[in-house]
C-alpha cells in the first residue's frame, strides 16, 4: 500500500490519474458499497450545470452557515490550491488533514481504478462526514449521471445554465447535454431549475415526471442597480443585494434562493433574513474578480461560449479601454470564445501555462489582431503596462486562473475583493 510523508508528492500522483476511457460510475459505485455507502450519511445539496454551479454552490452553502448550520462545500477544480476543493464553513481543508485522507484512500486507486476526481469524491464525503456537517453542498466535476459525485442522495438538485461545454463526453446537442445534467435527478427528490428554452425544459420536465421527483421552475431575478462593488437584483417582488456583480449572478442566486426555501423543510432555522445575509456575504474566486486595484484588473472563469456571453453582458460597466489575457485548454471551442468577447474590447492577448492540456498560443491566435506572448510572465506585464486607463481582463481556463494566481501574480500586491 502506498503511504506518502509529502504533500506535494500525494497531489503530484494523484493528479495522473486522469482516464477518459474509465469514465463512468460502475467502479466507484462498487467501491462506494464495498465501504459500505459512507455517503448515505450526509444531508447534501447537489449542484450541475455547465455554468454558474460554482458561484450557485457557494450563495447556497453561505447562505446555510448563516443560519449557524455546518457547512461543507466540494468544489472543482480548485482555484488557489487544492485544499480549497473542500471547505467547511468557508475554511479550506488544512495541508495535514488533506494528507491523511489521501492516504486512507490509496489501497482503492488500483482496485477500484479511481481517477483523482474519484478519489477527491471519496475523500470529501469521509472528510464531511467525520467533521459533523449538517450540510453538505457537492458541485458536479462533469456531466451529472456519470459523475462521481452523483452516488450521493440529496435533500435537493439544481440544474444551473446548460450550454455546449465537454461534448465529446456529454453530446452535441442541448437536449443531450440537458439529459447528462438531469442524471442528478432523485427519485421523490425536488430538482431546481429555470426555463432555458424548449430543447432543454423538456428534457428536465421529462425526467422529473418519471423519477416523481417535483420540478420547480425558478423565476430568474432582474438587475436593479450594478456598480463596480455589488448589484441589487429583484425577486418576486424582494429586493436582493449581491457582492458579485456580474449579471449572470442574477439566474444563481434565484436558484440559491429557490434552493434555500426547499431547504427551510429540513432546517427551519434558514429564515429570509438569512438568505438576505447569504447572498450579500457570498464571493467566488474567479467570478469576475478584482485582484488589482490600480490598474484594474478582473479574472473571470469564462472557459466557453455561453461563459463568455455572460462575461460580455457586464463589461460595460467596467473603465475602457478593457485589454484582456486569455489562454484555453485542448478541447474547448477557444474561436467561438474569442469570436464572441472580440468586439467588445480594445486587445486580446493570448499566452500559454503549464498544464498537460494547455492549448498553444499560435492556435489560440484565430486571427492577426490577436497577439501572442507565449510566457505567461511576460503577457501579464504587457497586460499592466498596457493599464494606464482601463480595465484589464484575465479570463478563459479555470485552470489558466489558478496558473497565474499561483505562479504569475503578486497576490502581495493585489488585492483578492471580489467586485
Known amino acids: 500500500m502506498i503511504y506518502f510523508t509529502s504533500l506535494q508528492t500525494a497531489l503530484d500522483t494523484i493528479s495522473q490519474r486522469t482516464s477518459s476511457s474509465t469514465f463512468g460510475l460502475k467502479l466507484f459505485k462498487q467501491c462506494m458499497e464495498d465501504l459500505g455507502n459512507p455517503q448515505y450519511k450526509l444531508n447534501c445539496?447537489?449542484?450541475?450545470?455547465?455554468?454558474?454551479?460554482?458561484?450557485?454552490?457557494?450563495?447556497?452553502?453561505?447562505?446555510?452557515?448563516?443560519?449557524?448550520?455546518?457547512v461543507g462545500l466540494y468544489t472543482s477544480p480548485y482555484l488557489i490550491h487544492h485544499n480549497d476543493r473542500f471547505r467547511i464553513n468557508g475554511q479550506d481543508m488544512s495541508d495535514e488533514d488533506l494528507l491523511k485522507y489521501i492516504n486512507m484512500t490509496t489501497h482503492l486507486w488500483d482496485k477500484y481504478a479511481l481517477t483523482m476526481f474519484e478519489i477527491d469524491t471519496l475523500i470529501a464525503i469521509w472528510y464531511f462526514q467525520d467533521q459533523k456537517v449538517d450540510l453538505a453542498v457537492f458541485e458536479v466535476g462533469l456531466g451529472g449521471r456519470l459523475d462521481a459525485t452523483n452516488v450521493i442522495l440529496p435533500l435537493v438538485s439544481v440544474i444551473t445554465t446548460i450550454g455546449f461545454d465537454h461534448m465529446d463526453f456529454l453530446g452535441d446537442r442541448l437536449d443531450l447535454i440537458a439529459f447528462e445534467k438531469a442524471g442528478i435527478i432523485k427519485e421523490n427528490t425536488p430538482i431546481i431549475s429555470y426555463s432555458q428554452g424548449p430543447l432543454v425544459d423538456e428534457v428536465f420536465e421529462r425526467v422529473a415526471h418519471e423519477r416523481k421527483a417535483p420540478y420547480i421552475l425558478s423565476s430568474v431575478a432582474t438587475q436593479k442597480s450594478v456598480d463596480l462593488f455589488s448589484q441589487v437584483i429583484k425577486k418576486e417582488g424582494i429586493e436582493y443585494t449581491l457582492s458579485m456583480n456580474a449579471k449572470y449572478q442574477c439566474i444563481n442566486a434565484s436558484l440559491a434562493i429557490d434552493c434555500a426555501q426547499q431547504l427551510m423543510k429540513h432546517y427551519p432555522r434558514i429564515t429570509q433574513e438569512h438568505i438576505h445575509a447569504g447572498l450579500k456575504k457570498t464571493v467566488w474566486f474567479g467570478r469576475f474578480q478584482k485582484i488589482s486595484e490600480s490598474p484594474l484588473i478582473i479574472i473571470d472563469g469564462a472557459h466557453n461560449i455561453n461563459g463568455m456571453e455572460a462575461l460580455v453582458q457586464s463589461l460595460s460597466i467596467l473603465p475602457q479601454p478593457i485589454h484582456v489575457l486569455f489562454s484555453a485548454i485542448m478541447g474547448k471551442d477557444h474561436e467561438g470564445m474569442l469570436e464572441v468577447l472580440q468586439p467588445h474590447v480594445a486587445s486580446i492577448t493570448v499566452t500559454e501555462f503549464d498544464f498537460y492540456r494547455k492549448q498553444k498560443a499560435s492556435v489560440l491566435a484565430i486571427n492577426e489582431a490577436i497577439h501572442i506572448i507565449e510566457d505567461p510572465h511576460v503577457a501579464y506585464l504587457d497586460l499592466r503596462n498596457k493599464l494606464t486607463t482601463g480595465t484589464g481582463i484575465i479570463c478563459g481556463s479555470l485552470y489558466f486562473l489558478s496558473y497565474m494566481l499561483n505562479h504569475v501574480i503578486d497576490t502581495k500586491e493585489n488585492t483578492h475583493e471580489p467586485l
Open 45 to 70: 445539496v447537489h449542484v450541475a450545470g455547465t455554468n454558474g454551479k460554482g458561484s450557485t454552490s457557494s450563495f447556497i452553502a453561505t447562505i446555510a452557515q448563516e443560519s449557524g448550520l455546518k
